[in-house]
C-alpha cells in the first residue's frame, strides 16, 4: 500500500499546493493516489481532491512509494518516459471508463496538455485516448450482455453512454451488430451448448 511520509497535511501545505506556491518546492512533494503521479507545490496542474494527496520530504521517497513524477514539473528533474505516462492514462481509463472522460480531462488528470497526450498515446498504444475509452466501454457491455438481463438503456449508462441511440450505433460500428443482437446471439450459443453436452 502506498504510504506518506509526512502523516498529517498542515493548512499551509495545503494553500501551497492549490495556489502553487513555488516558495514550497523543496521542502515537500505532493502524491495524488488516484494517478500515481507526484509533483512539486508549485506545479500548474489542476488541483486535486485534499483527501486523495500524500506528501513527502524528498522525491526518491515518492519514487520509492511507487508513484511516478510529473511530466509537466519534473519534481526529480527529469521527464517520465513516455512508455509509463501512458500506462497511468490506461490504468486510469480502465478504473474510471464508465465517468465522463475527454481528452481535455486526462491531460490535466495526467499532468500534460491535450496535444502532447494525444500524440503520444497514439504511438505508445496504436489508437487515440478516445477510441481506447471507446473501446473499454463496449468490452464492459458486452460483458454485462451476457451476464445480466439489465436493460439495454442501462448497460449503456453503466459503462458511460447517457445517449443510448449513440451506444446502440458505436456498439454496432465496433462489432458488427447491435446491443440486442449481440445479447440474443450470445443466448443461442449457451443453448447450443447445452444441448451439444
Not at 500534460?112 to 504511438?123: A, D, I, N, V, Y
Request: aromatic fraction near 10%; proline fraction near 5%; hydrophobic fraction near 35%.
Amino acid at each position: 500500500m502506498k504510504r506518506s511520509l509526512i502523516e498529517t497535511m498542515t493548512d499551509k501545505q495545503w494553500q501551497a499546493i492549490i495556489n502553487n506556491d513555488i516558495s514550497y518546492d523543496g521542502q515537500f512533494y505532493y502524491a495524488v493516489k488516484t494517478t500515481g503521479i507526484f509533483c512539486r507545490p508549485s506545479c500548474k496542474s489542476r488541483a486535486p481532491k485534499r483527501e486523495n494527496v500524500a506528501l513527502f520530504m524528498t522525491a526518491e521517497q515518492a519514487l520509492s512509494s511507487h508513484y511516478r513524477p510529473c511530466k509537466r514539473c519534473k519534481p526529480t528533474g527529469h521527464r517520465l518516459p513516455d512508455v509509463e505516462w501512458i500506462t497511468l492514462v490506461t490504468a486510469y481509463i480502465d478504473n474510471n471508463y464508465m465517468d465522463h472522460l475527454t481528452l481535455g480531462i486526462l491531460a490535466e488528470i495526467s499532468h500534460g496538455s491535450p496535444f502532447h497526450l494525444q500524440r503520444t498515446f497514439k504511438k505508445v498504444i496504436g489508437i487515440t485516448p478516445v477510441v481506447y475509452i471507446q473501446q473499454q466501454r463496449i468490452e464492459h457491455a458486452q460483458r454485462l450482455l451476457r451476464s445480466t438481463d439489465q436493460s439495454i438503456t442501462g448497460i449503456g449508462q453503466v459503462v458511460g453512454f447517457a445517449n443510448t441511440p449513440y451506444f446502440i450505433t458505436l456498439f454496432k460500428k465496433k462489432t458488427g451488430i447491435t446491443p440486442t443482437s449481440y445479447r440474443q446471439l450470445q443466448i443461442q450459443n449457451m443453448k447450443g451448448a447445452f444441448n451439444y453436452e
